[in-house]
């Protein structure tokens, strides 16, 4: 990470204004509420489908808009750069006399600097929106889609409004509103040219769709007599009536509303306030749009509505703000934008702060898979440039498992002069900020698999091979002796393949697609070779390599011979939760009795919410007699994300805190989760407060209960 | 119908009533107007459009000169109060639905500080699909949804009523509308 954006990022982390305000809104309840009695999957499902039609005929769509509004009356421009979008308003003010103009929102004139531009032909283009005038005077960037001046506070609202009228203002909400009220109605009144966007273009009828809570583009689009409206063609849309399904859902997810204040869908030139025709210019901007929809995986993100949704759950976005994107367009869908629309080179550093949780790509009503397009233009990045040396080494010995259990083996040895208690609470130099606030767990003196040789099998019809995972592999081994304790309780036999090593996650992760196909590989033809009925793993992230995303980068890695081995590999993988709910169930296992019943609170780790797996441990917990008690934002990301931890310090361990003060707050006696991942963060963090609440494997709490 | 339309519009912060017949709501507007001591004064007159509530233009005297029924960006940025008709209203999100091509009617609905919306009950319609279908646009138009008064949260995210809009919303129901209006 380069210095300048390592300094923003912590410059940005200063500043608490955006995360306290959306920590105030609690977006996830107030957004539920709004979507109350929707079938909100089956509403994404068809954005999704009118979108993604969109995107395949984008050429032909704008063609069929031009020519309905142009037969309606209006007068349309297709405009391939934001150099020809500038020139045409810039021409047309010159012809027009226009030196005043007002604009409402729109995000496709901030991402061609439209004012900066009119400003030097000595053309005033004032903004109206509230939130965009508040960034406009204080000659800033919109830090949010949706509200542009989400990180500034009132005080600075208040001075900024005191310079631009000349007095003294107070800093009360409803006086600064009444101030812009009054001054911007000035401005509506004198305005020669009003320019808008579009929330929605419809080829059909070349209709515009512009929605508002503040009734601003009602009054831009009737007061000045020459109406400009800037469309990114991503906005185009078939059918009039596919209207519905975007405009039912863009007001619940960007604002929580169920419908904004005012909506106008306005079709050709309307009259004018002197009775005359009004002059009606849309300009439809591709911007490399074009080229976006031509890339098979890239096309997805012209799925986007601009709701802003994403922004708002995301945990990175809620702690560092929009600015550190240094573009137009903010958090991980904007990335994704500016690596299109500006240049690739600006978001090397952006697509690194995704800790890839997946909660955006869970909300976003376009059904944008945001964390995996990022992870594609790391694997593009990794591809094209190659990973940086240390990086690329560091993973290619973990996927040769001789080398890499060797060096681990001999690091649980040197580690001994810092290890209390199974923790490294402090690291030297320049280490030291990696163990500032949450203890490291040492490597275990004993790995799982000499563990492992100890237990004494049951001969069993039932056989079942255990995935351990690099973490309960050198980490946690009493958290595979938990599970195979518990297996063997049920009368199950477990096999454990010694050829079984990292299941490639990492690799993966840092995008490097090349590396994870070969730890497949290598794993499959160890975990395929025996008679058992499943393969259990008890870690969430594992679970996602074997479940999912081996089948992907076989796939990718034109792999496919492996493919079906894969696919087949999948279907017998169970998380140890599921199989251990379903033995429960079965009543296999035989639950103690005693008087008491202890308190737990569960961490849904994001892997294991990735594949719906929230119910079953949960579940599994309760019938073992551990009273559940829910922490807050129970399934937000606790900051671990393999290397994220390592490489984003910082950010990592803000989501921790916020994690901790979640759980410690619940005053439970145990905190679960089944990802060893997040057990490390959690239990270092625990550990680092004296916390007494202790992070546990559910495996671990649960055999603890059996008789 | 009638009761989740008033249910959501009032959630969105309207103000609604329900009249039996036209005679009733011009009887209500009139307190109305005396109640916010409409005068002619500049920044307290009504700008009235559309002739709602109206057998013919003009036909109801109010014996006050502040009652403007030409409506031009003049009289309109001088109201204090807008009086429209409105075509259907939306029970899903209490929404009220206009096709304001007419620029008289935009006027009066978005300049002044109060907007009264007047609306046949019977044309209160279930949702968004049933809506889009009668508004299918031909020609060149405009129509106007307004749930609400004007509202923003873009300072911290605190609302505030009335940035640029009405700050009141008034919705009058009439069961039968006798007037044609415009």
């Given at each position: 990470m380069i210095k300048e954006f390592k300094q923003s990022v912590d410059a940005a982390l200063q500043n608490h204004n955006l995360s306290d305000i959306l920590d105030r809104w609690n977006y996830p309840a107030s957004r539920a509420k709004a979507y109350a009695g929707i079938d909100i999957e089956a509403l994404r499902d068809?954005?999704?489908?009118?979108?993604?039609?969109?995107?395949?005929?984008?050429?032909?769509?704008?063609?069929?808009?031009?020519?309905?509004?142009?037969?309606?009356?209006?007068?349309?421009?297709?405009?391939?750069?934001?150099?020809?979008?500038?020139?045409?308003?810039?021409?047309?003010?010159?012809?027009?006399?226009?030196?005043?103009?007002?604009?409402?929102?729109?995000?496709?004139?901030?991402?061609?600097?439209?004012?900066?531009?009119?400003?030097?032909?000595?053309?005033?283009?004032?903004?109206?929106d509230l939130g965009e005038w508040i960034v406009q005077l204080a000659k800033q960037r919109p830090s949010h889609m949706v509200m542009p001046a989400l990180h500034l506070t009132r005080q600075e609202v208040s001075d900024l409004f005191s310079t631009a009228v000349r007095r003294e203002l107070s800093h009360e909400i409803s006086e600064l509103v009444d101030v812009a009220r009054k001054e911007l109605r000035e401005k509506f009144l004198t305005a020669e040219m009003g320019i808008t966007g579009a929330n929605i273009a419809v080829a059909e009828t070349g209709s515009l769709v512009i929605v508002t809570n503040e009734g601003n583009a009602r009054l831009v689009?009737?007061?000045?007599?020459?109406?400009?409206?800037?469309?990114?063609?991503?906005?185009?849309?078939?059918?009039?009536?596919?209207?519905?399904?975007?405009?039912?859902?863009?007001?619940?997810?960007?604002?929580?509303?169920?419908?904004?204040?005012?909506?106008?869908?306005?079709?050709?030139?309307?009259?004018?306030?002197?009775?005359?025709?009004?002059?009606?210019?849309?300009?439809?901007?591709?911007?490399?749009?074009?080229?976006?929809?031509?890339?098979?995986?890239f096309r997805q993100a012209l799925q986007c509505i601009r709701c802003g949704s994403c922004l708002n759950v995301c945990p990175v976005f809620r702690l560092v703000g929009g600015h550190v994107f240094g573009h137009i367009y903010t958090g991980g869908i904007g990335t994704i934008l500016t690596a299109w629309f500006h240049a690739w080179e600006k978001t090397k550093n952006l697509q690194g702060l995704c800790i890839g949780c997946g909660t955006c790509k869970e909300v976003c009503p376009g059904k944008v898979d945001i964390p995996g397009l990022l992870l594609e233009m790391r694997r593009r990045l990794a591809a094209k440039e190659g990973l940086p040396f240390i990086q690329k080494t560091a993973l290619q010995i973990i996927n040769n498992r001789p080398i890499f259990h060797a060096m681990l083996r001999t690091a649980a040895l040197l580690q001994k002069p810092i290890v209390r208690d199974g923790f490294i609470r402090h690291l030297p130099l320049f280490l030291s900020g990696l163990s500032e606030h949450r203890s490291l767990p040492s490597i275990a003196i004993v790995p799982f698999r000499e563990v492992f040789k100890t237990i004494k099998q049951p001969a069993s019809k039932t056989k079942v091979i255990f995935f351990a995972g690099c973490a309960i592999e050198f980490v946690f081994p009493e958290i595979g002796e938990a599970v195979v304790k518990i297996l063997n309780k049920a009368g199950i036999e477990v096999l454990f393949p010694e050829g079984q090593s990292c299941c490639g996650i990492p690799h993966w992760g840092s995008g490097a697609f090349d590396l994870a196909s070969l730890a497949a590989e290598r794993n499959l033809e160890h975990l395929l070779r025996t008679d058992a009925t499943h393969i259990i793993t008890a870690c969430a992230t594992c679970a996602t390599a074997l479940k999912k995303e081996w089948i992907h980068v076989l796939t990718e890695q034109n792999k496919k011979h492996l493919v079906s081995k894969a696919e087949d590999l999948a279907s017998k993988t169970m998380m140890f939760s599921e199989y251990v709910h379903f033995l429960l169930e079965e009543k296999k296992l035989l639950i103690k009795d005693t008087p008491e019943y202890p308190t737990l609170t569960y961490h849904d780790s994001c892997h294991a919410r990735q594949q719906g797996i929230c119910k079953t441990p949960r579940s599994a917990l309760q019938k073992c007699g551990y009273q559940l008690k829910e922490l807050q934002e129970q399934n937000a990301c606790c900051g671990m994300g393999g290397a994220y931890t390592i490489k984003q310090p910082a950010l990592s361990m803000r989501m921790l805190k916020r994690k901790l003060n979640n759980i410690i707050n619940t005053e439970a006696d145990y905190v679960s989760a089944e990802c060893p991942g997040c057990l490390i963060q959690i239990r270092g963090g625990l550990d680092k407060l004296h916390s007494k609440t202790r992070a546990k494997h559910p495996a671990e709490l649960i055999l603890e209960r059996l008789r | 119908m009638f009761d989740l339309f008033k249910l959501k519009a009032e959630a969105a912060g309207s103000e609604v009533h329900r009249f039996k017949k036209d005679a009733d709501a011009l009887q209500f507007i009139?307190?109305?107007?005396?109640?916010?001591?409409?005068?002619?004064?500049?920044?307290?007159?009504?700008?009235?459009?559309?002739?709602?509530?109206?057998?013919?233009?003009?036909?109801?005297?109010?014996?006050?000169?502040?009652?403007?029924?030409?409506?031009?960006?003049?009289?309109?940025?001088?109201a204090k109060l807008g009086i429209t008709k409105m075509d259907w209203g939306m029970a899903e999100t209490g929404t009220v639905i206009r096709n304001s091509t007419s620029v008289e009617t935009r006027l009066a609905s978005s300049l002044p500080e109060i907007h009264i919306a007047c609306l046949e009950t019977g044309q209160i319609l279930p949702d968004l699909p049933t809506i889009l279908k009668k508004i299918h646009p031909h020609e060149p138009s405009c129509f106007s949804f307004i749930t609400g008064p004007s509202r923003t949260a873009d300072i911290e995210r605190v609302l505030a009523i009335g940035v640029h809009g009405p700050k009141r919303l008034v919705i009058l129901c009439i069961d039968t509308l006798e007037s044609a209006g415009q």
């Open positions: 068809r954005i999704a489908e009118i979108k993604s039609t969109a995107a395949t005929k984008l050429d032909a769509l704008a063609e069929q808009f031009t020519q309905s509004a142009t037969a309606k009356g209006a007068v349309v421009f297709r405009a391939k750069t934001p150099q020809a979008v500038l020139d045409y308003i810039t021409n047309l003010c010159k012809e027009r006399n226009v030196t005043r103009v007002v604009k409402s929102k729109s995000m496709a004139s901030e991402e061609i600097h439209l004012n900066s531009h009119l400003a030097h032909h000595g053309i005033q283009a004032d903004e109206t689009t009737t007061l000045p007599p020459i109406h400009v409206a800037i469309v990114g063609i991503e906005k185009l849309i078939e059918n009039f009536e596919d209207i519905s399904p975007i405009l039912t859902a863009l007001p619940k997810s960007a604002t929580s509303q169920l419908l904004t204040s005012y909506v106008s869908i306005i079709t050709g030139p309307i009259p004018n306030t002197d009775g005359t025709q009004k002059e009606l210019h849309i300009i439809l901007l591709d911007n490399k749009r074009t080229e976006m929809a031509r890339d098979p995986k | 009139r307190g109305f107007l005396k109640q916010e001591e409409i005068q002619d004064t500049p920044g307290l007159y009504a700008v009235w459009a559309d002739n709602a509530l109206m057998p013919k233009a003009g036909t109801v005297s109010f014996e006050n000169p502040g009652v403007k029924f030409l409506v031009t960006r003049d009289s309109a940025n001088n």
